[in-house]
């Protein structure tokens, strides 16, 4: 009797549920979208936090498409609300992401994508340092790597670039890439790079539905954990930053590897890290997986010799200059760095050199631990790659948004579990962080 009363009962509750996952899954969806162009539009209402560049010249130019919609802007602390409120909503798409339609997701991300594109350079001026240093080799004749933008204050992108002493941090690749760029506007310089950051970004999320395809994993699950993710969206796409650029050759690397092509996957591992010199990271999991390991330094060796022949002519002994500015960047310290919150943790007054060396020490460690289980064919090389961006994170003294990004599409293509945890607690300190310091 007992049984007879509970059975009916049992399909109702599942199609309730089901019904309600639906409502979840699409009303996330939904609100992510509105809360996206509301950051959107007031972003390009006027001079506001959300756009740095916009506190110097708030022109149309920089303004954008979206301008005259609205005419508030949001303050610091409704900006870091709206974001968080989008991170919910981007659990909560992925809880339910099995009652969502494809083309829901795939569509959302694309139109997510042209949003962001269209919205003002968000959060960061650092696509006016890309303008700059172009416009400091190609316009001016001047190494990017030895010299900062300050040489020349009356070019029209100085007011907007922040980093005005200091030279180039980015891969040869990328900044003769941008060369081009100087001969254009700093309007039109600007908005090339954001569609192509946003073209970058897409292929990213396609890179990362086809490894996921080839390892077996959703791919839907996976498009969605990178393309629908709200710093990715706000801080990469919006912000026009190079890391999507270099993250995309990366997984590029793995889906050639996957194809059974490791020449040519390792001719891109180097030309990420010829953009950003981090996408050097993925080599050494490569070659110790490979079991033809002569293609890997083939393929290697095939772009590494154009890609220093590409230095030298173009800068000469000055290449070496980005090292200089890398290891000065080390030396920078950002309050919400996890070293700095650890040292101050444990009664330091933040970032000392012990701690600049403990932190080194542990990044050491743990990227030989990585080599290590792969090489032993405990932990998968793609897996490895993800932990070592972690590992790079947790260690740097100089903690932003786009950094924290890193691990994401190795983390969404991924079995590891404690990989893809601890790649969603990196970008729930990050935006705690943004929390504490806007939201009392």
Known sequence: MSQATVTPAAPAVAALARRA?????????????????LLCVCAAAGVSYVVPASRRDFTGWLAGPLHGIVSSTLTGEQTILVIVALFACYLATLACLSSVRTRWVIGAIVLLHVL???????????????????RLGARHGTDPYLHGPFLFPNDPSYVFVAWKHVGSAYGP???????????????????????VTAATSLGLVALTWRVAKQLGRDPVRAAAWVGLNPVLLVYGVGGGH????ML?????AVTLVLGGREAPAAAAVVLSAAIKITGGVMMPFLFLRSREKQRVVIGALAAVTPMIVLAYTVFGSGALGQFKVLKRQ????SADAI???LAQLVGLNGVTSDVRLVARLLLIGSLALLAWAVWKGTMDWVAATGWSLVAFVLTSSWLLGWYVLWPLPFAAVSRDRRLQAVTMMLLVYFLAMRWTVFVR
Request: glycine share 8%; net charge positive; hydrophobic share 55%.
């Open 242 to 245: 190079n890391d999507l650029i």
């Open 339 to 341: 070293p700095n919150q």
């Open 248 to 252: 995309a050759l990366m997984m590029g």
């Open 173 to 195: 690749l990328f900044t003769v890439g941008t060369y081009p760029l100087a001969f254009l506007p700093v309007s039109a310089a600007m908005w090339v790079i954001k569609v």
């Open 21 to 37: 996952r639906q409502a979840v899954g699409y009303g996330s969806i939904l609100l992510t979208g509105a809360l996206s162009v």
């Open 116 to 134: 962001f594109t269209i919205a003002p350079p968000l959060i960061s001026k650092d696509i006016f340092s890309y303008i700059g240093y172009a």
């Open 330 to 333: 080390q030396r920078l310290v």
